[in-house]
């Protein structure tokens, strides 16, 4: 559809943005429904971060997507804070509401937690190892906590990290026994109560792809999923070594249509079409 005076535009705020895929998927999605919306990529110095978020609402649009390294940035900026948004301390989404008010969301988290669903993964009651403890962890230990995991056990680099990590989404959810792992033999002790293994780290991503965060020495089990958030490559060596021993494997590119087709509907109040989203992001 032809850009017109009566298009509604959503973008997303970054910096740099040039290599972003969700223009294409929500170009996409917007193209197979009809729909006379664009979504443009918004470069944003940090010194620019207020005078971008308050533009999103001034400029008419509906809404914008928030990545690297604004998504903590924006947050003083803005109206109201999901409960995602708050617990988990960074804003992936804005949504301009009918009366002009400016919600932060995280769709990162229900993201996870829809890719979970549609590969039938059940996290209630099921015990969960992480490794990582940045932003993504946040959103995945959130997504645990609020999907019912009976346990979730965090290793990461810096243990510090794990340790406020930790710290801090086990008061959200008390049911969910949350701990930080700190030394790798009990990993290899323990490796084999988990049913779900999750890579929040960024090791095995591109141009880094022989590394990983398992030990190799340790093998997993077909009753075990393993899931990697990391999307480039699409199998990374974590999943690899995974798939070698029996187990389950998931990469990371549906919990990245996932969030950006929750933040479409946010926006639009349409459902999205997640097969259009996802072929627009493998292309
Ligand atoms: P952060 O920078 O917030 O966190 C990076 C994490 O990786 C930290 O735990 C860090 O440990 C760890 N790490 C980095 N390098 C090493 C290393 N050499 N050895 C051990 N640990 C390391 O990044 P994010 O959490 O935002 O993103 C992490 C990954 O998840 C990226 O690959 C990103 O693309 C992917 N992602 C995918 C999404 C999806 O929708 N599929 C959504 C969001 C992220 P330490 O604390 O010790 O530095």
Same mark, same amino acid.
Do not use: C, I, R
């Given at each position: 559809m032809a850009i017109n005076g009566k298009t509604t535009v959503v973008g997303i705020l970054g910096n740099?943005?040039?290599? =972003?895929r969700s223009p294409a998927m929500h170009n996409a999605a917007f193209a197979a429904l009809d729909m006379n919306w664009v979504y443009v990529p918004l470069p944003v110095q940090p010194r620019h971060v207020e005078d971008a978020v308050k533009a999103v609402r001034a400029l008419g649009m509906r809404g914008a997507n928030v990545t690297v390294p604004h998504k903590q940035a924006?947050?003083?900026? @803005? +109206?109201t804070l999901t409960d995602a948004a708050q617990v988990i301390g960074a804003v992936n989404t804005i949504i301009v509401e009918p009366d002009g008010k400016l919600v932060g969301d995280n769709t990162d988290a229900a993201g996870f937690a829809a890719d979970l669903k549609a590969h039938s993964v059940e996290v209630a009651g099921k015990q969960v190892f992480v490794f990582g403890a940045g932003g993504s962890a946040r959103a995945v230990l959130y997504a645990l906590g609020r999907e019912g995991a009976s346990g979730v056990t965090v290793y990461n680099r810096s243990v510090n990290r794990a340790l406020e990590l930790v710290n801090d989404l086990q008061k959200p959810f008390p049911s969910t026994r949350m701990r930080v792992c700190n030394d790798r033999t009990n990993l290899v002790n +323990?490796?084999?109560?988990? =049913?779900l293994i999750v890579n929040t780290?960024? @090791?095995?991503?591109t141009p880094d792809i +022989? =590394?990983?965060?398992? +030990?190799?020495t340790v093998t997993m089990h077909a009753h075990q999923t393993a899931y990697d958030l990391v999307y480039n490559p699409a199998r990374t060596r974590f999943l690899g070594y995974a798939e070698s021993c029996g187990a389950r494997t998931i990469g990371g590119i549906g919990m990245l249509v996932h969030q950006g087709a929750l933040a479409f509907e946010k926006w639009t109040g349409v459902q999205p079409p997640i097969e259009v989203m996802q072929t627009a992001l493998a292309s």
């Open positions: 740099p943005v040039g290599h =972003s924006v947050m003083p900026f @803005l +109206d +323990d490796a084999h109560h988990y =049913s780290t960024s @090791l095995g991503m +022989d =590394s990983t965060p398992w +030990d190799e």
